[in-house]
């Protein structure tokens, strides 16, 4: 039953989204100084929220596997393009998403407890 509601499925891929995110700054970070490293993330979930609904996929197996781009950004003298300063704001950005998939599943389960009269 649980694994039919949409907003479950979508709240799912939105975290899985995240933590793929959070893996691929986590990589720019431990590569801040290999020359040549450009730095990357993922597509945005928006972009495969809509691919989703346009193509009829499933949203969660899109998230684990959504393309790496490469984040624009200034080289240094070794070629490096990661910024430190912008992988903080971006890794913030993605805890962001993170808690807001699991709040909507605290809410939606809150919600299905409360239609079945379990106000726990």
Do not use: C
Request: aromatic share 4%; hydrophobic share 45%.
């Amino acid at each position: 039953m649980l694994n039919d509601l949409a907003i479950l499925k979508n709240a799912s891929a939105m975290a899985q989204h995240a933590a793929r995110r959070h893996t691929v700054i986590a990589q720019n970070i431990a590569n801040a100084d290999t020359p040549e490293y450009k730095a990357r993330d993922v597509e945005t979930f928006a972009s495969l929220y809509s691919q989703a609904a346009r193509e009829g996929k499933d949203i969660s197996m899109l998230a684990l596997t959504s393309k790496l781009v490469e984040m624009p950004g200034i080289a240094s003298n070794s070629g490096n393009t990661v910024s430190l300063e912008e992988q903080m704001l971006t890794s913030a950005e993605s805890v962001g998403d993170h808690e807001l998939a699991l709040a909507i599943y605290r809410k939606t389960f809150d919600m299905m407890k409360m239609a079945l009269g379990k106000n726990m």
